[in-house]
């Protein structure tokens, strides 16, 4: 149900597995060297990584908040990791900018959260104010920006637009 998704205590829940999992994929790296780690979260799955990142030492060199209606924080540098390494898009179409501050913070394509923002497709309007639903999930289409800058930043490079 929809109406869950406004209440941060699955977000809560599901912080030692997250944490747990990263330090599990950090400890099957063998090289010489560190392994490079970006943590991708859509909608929802940004506000576990946030939750997760405030109260547990998060262990990823980048975090990309895709579609968030807010991370739990209101700072990028309330995550644990530098905020130039905290990226953020949501397009301009997508249903979630209507999200209030008051249910999961601000969220991270604002101004003053302090994220890099990035580039998407629109995505399809709608008829609430032009959201929609569809444009939620279309980050994932081919040749949409945002999974070409999801790419970049998973290769340690600077995303494109913002």
Excluded at 5 to 27: I, P, S
Excluded at 47 to 60: C, F, M
Excluded at 140 to 162: F, H
């Amino acid at each position: 149900m929809v109406t869950e998704a406004t209440r941060e205590h699955y977000a809560a829940q599901a912080t030692d597995d997250l944490a747990g999992f990263q330090d599990g994929l950090r400890a099957t790296y063998d090289e010489p060297g560190r392994s490079q780690h970006t943590l991708i979260g859509h909608s929802y799955g940004s506000t576990t990584i946030g939750h997760t990142a405030r109260h547990e030492e998060l262990d990823v060199d980048r975090m990309v908040f895709v579609g968030s209606p807010g991370v739990g924080v209101e700072h990028a540098s309330d995550l644990g990791i530098d905020p130039g390494n905290v990226y953020a898009t949501t397009a301009e179409n997508d249903v979630i900018r209507g999200t209030p501050q008051s249910i999961h913070e601000q969220q991270p394509i604002a101004d003053d959260f302090g994220a890099v923002t990035f580039a998407s497709d629109p995505g399809d309007s709608g008829l609430l104010l032009g959201k929609s639903l569809g444009a939620h999930s279309q980050y994932w289409d081919p040749n949409n920006k945002a999974l070409t800058n999801m790419g970049r930043i998973i290769a340690g490079q600077a995303p494109t637009g913002g």
